[in-house]
Every structure is written in C-alpha cells, then in structure tokens.
C-alpha cells in the first residue's frame, strides 16, 4: 500500500532552517509528481511546492520563493523541502502528497518558526 512518511520538523528560531523529508513506499515513487502542503492552526491546507516525476520542473507558492527548495531522490524513493530564513508564518503541519490518481498524504511533521 502506499505509505508517505514525513520527517525533519522541529522548533527553529527566525530566519533558521529546517529540511523535511518524505519517505515514500508502494508505488513507482519516480512515475510521481509530487507535492508538499502546509496547514497552520485555524487554516485551511495550501500548496507550498511542486516537483515533477524526474524533478526537472519546480514550482513555488509565492509566500515561500526564494527560500524554500524542493527537491527529489529517485533512488531513495524521497522528497525533501529545505526550508531557509524561515518565519513565525510558516509555523504549520507539513505534509507531503502524491500526485493523482488516488488520495495519498502523509501524517505530517510540525514545525515551528518561534524565538
């Protein structure tokens, strides 16, 4: 079965960073784009960044461009979002998820950007 496993989150000062992974199993990870997704406390869930299936092509939420960087490791079935100069904003659960067909998230690791 398809099982998404995130990883990496912690408490990090402003203007710190962090690098989440996500450890994906049962499926074909390198036919995939894949995604991460952040929800803070009250909020709804939104896209932060996008990777396609040979990691050529990238995309960005404008709240995060510039200091957030997704990236993929084929050969280890992983995606990573290094996270720079991180703000008290991007306090959230993150979450990584596979692109369609099916739903697949998973749990989510939380990070904190607090002094």
């Known amino acids: 079965q398809v099982q998404l496993v995130e990883s990496g989150g912690g408490l990090v000062q402003p203007g710190g960073s962090l690098r989440l992974s996500c450890a994906a199993s049962?499926?074909?990870?390198?036919?995939?784009?894949m995604s991460w997704y952040r929800q803070a406390p009250g909020k709804e869930r939104e896209l932060v960044a996008t990777i396609t299936s040979t990691g050529r092509t990238t995309s960005y939420a404008a709240s995060v461009k510039g200091r957030f960087t997704i990236s993929r490791d084929n050969a280890k079935n992983t995606v990573y979002l290094q996270m720079n100069s991180l703000k008290s904003e991007d306090t959230a659960v993150y979450y990584c998820k596979r692109s369609p067909p099916g739903v697949y998230w998973g749990q989510g690791t939380q990070v904190t950007v607090s002094s």
């Open positions: 049962g499926f074909t990870f390198s036919s995939y784009t």
